[in-house]
């Protein structure tokens, strides 16, 4: 069971990581737009935004450093609904870009996605049997490293700064 969940998470992660990238520059606008800062540190910060999500995917698909995945996502599905409920509230209904420009969904439904994403989270924090590594255990530092370059690495080739 946790296995599955596992690899749902890691694909919702990683789907959601992908489809902004591919729709990169409507994600920027969308987050430019809404908080406020200057646009060097927006390209920057929605970068690392889908590198984040791009990790939290592969590494539940490893299962390595479930615990802390765990947690991380928890940290960040609980901020994005956050955000998401002062958007509702507000009467905001464009499209969240959740899942890029790809899938449209409106502040609400994202909010109903991410309970299903929450209630999964914790669902792996209460299964036993979590740490099912896909990796040998020689491997996993090697893999550790790997995650995190490739998703660090892959919105700044896929994708560079205007800057």
């Given at each position: 069971?946790?296995l599955i969940?596992?690899?749902l998470l890691g694909?919702?992660f990683?789907l959601?990581g992908?489809?902004?990238l ?8 969308f987050?430019f737009k ?10 920057l ?6 590198a984040?999500e791009?990790?939290i995917g592969?590494?539940y698909?490893a299962?390595?450093?479930l615990?802390?995945t765990?947690?991380?996502?928890l940290i ?6 956050i955000?998401l409920?002062f958007?509702w509230?507000s009467?905001?209904?464009?499209n ?5 420009d790809?899938?449209?969904m ?7 996605k991410?309970?299903i994403?929450?209630l999964l ?6 299964l036993?049997g979590?740490e099912?590594?896909?990796v040998?255990p020689?491997?996993?530092k ?10 660090l ?5 896929y994708?560079p700064?205007d800057?």
């Amino acid at each position: 069971m946790s296995l599955i969940i596992r690899l749902l998470l890691g694909l919702t992660f990683i789907l959601s990581g992908v489809f902004k990238l591919l729709s990169m520059d409507g994600f920027e606008l969308f987050v430019f737009k809404a908080i406020s800062l200057n646009w060097m540190l927006t390209t920057l910060l929605v970068r690392l935004l889908v590198a984040l999500e791009i990790a939290i995917g592969l590494f539940y698909i490893a299962g390595i450093a479930l615990k802390r995945t765990n947690l991380i996502a928890l940290i960040l599905i609980s901020g994005f609904s956050i955000w998401l409920m002062f958007q509702w509230l507000s009467g905001n209904s464009e499209n969240c870009h959740c899942f890029g420009d790809l899938f449209q969904m409106d502040a609400a439904e994202s909010l109903i996605k991410n309970a299903i994403i929450l209630l999964l989270i914790f669902l792996l924090f209460r299964l036993k049997g979590l740490e099912i590594i896909s990796v040998p255990p020689r491997f996993v530092k090697l893999a550790v490293g790997l995650i995190l370059l490739i998703s660090l690495l892959t919105p700044f080739i896929y994708s560079p700064p205007d800057f």
